[in-house]
């Protein structure tokens, strides 16, 4: 009767131990949940409150220079303005302009130095050596970092 009850315990205590590492494995699983639901739920916060608005003027001079404004009209102010994508060119035939880091041609860049697109704020990008032809429908098409877009078509000259 005595070994009964010993062996008894001995059970019980081994899977009160058992019950601990389990329940250990499934907190650390909620936790690495949890962390990764709250990541994706600011993602999708800030794409939700992102939009943006182009203003566009599409008034080339003499130097093949497309001038175009974008209005920030979300709540989320845009940061790492450098990795906007800006797509241009006639329709059906547009292609990524990249940003003017290195001068390459057709380039794009800021009118002014942007670290930082804050709510309701507008920037003038400009498109340099972008050939245009007068009486051709252009599409222009700006992307923020999060993948917020706007698409513009307008015809030139």
Request: overall charge negative.
């Amino acid at each position: 009767m005595g070994s009964a009850v010993f062996t008894e315990a001995i059970l019980i205590v081994a899977s009160v131990i058992v019950a601990a590492g389990l329940a250990g494995v499934v907190m650390t699983k909620v936790g690495t949940f949890q962390s990764t639901f709250t990541q994706t739920t600011e993602n999708q916060k800030q794409t939700i409150l992102t939009n943006i608005k182009i203003l566009y003027d599409v008034s080339p001079d003499k130097t093949s220079t497309i001038n175009a404004w974008i209005k920030n009209v979300g709540t989320y102010s845009i940061t790492n303005t450098n990795n906007v994508d800006v797509y241009f060119g006639a329709t059906g035939a547009m292609a990524r302009i990249p940003h003017a880091v290195g001068g390459g041609s057709p380039s794009w860049d800021y009118a002014s130095p942007v670290t930082s697109w804050d709510k309701a704020g507008t920037v003038q990008i400009n498109i340099t050596n972008s050939p245009i032809t007068c009486n051709t429908i252009y599409e222009l098409q700006v992307t923020t970092p999060n993948g917020v877009s706007d698409q513009y078509i307008a015809p030139v000259c």
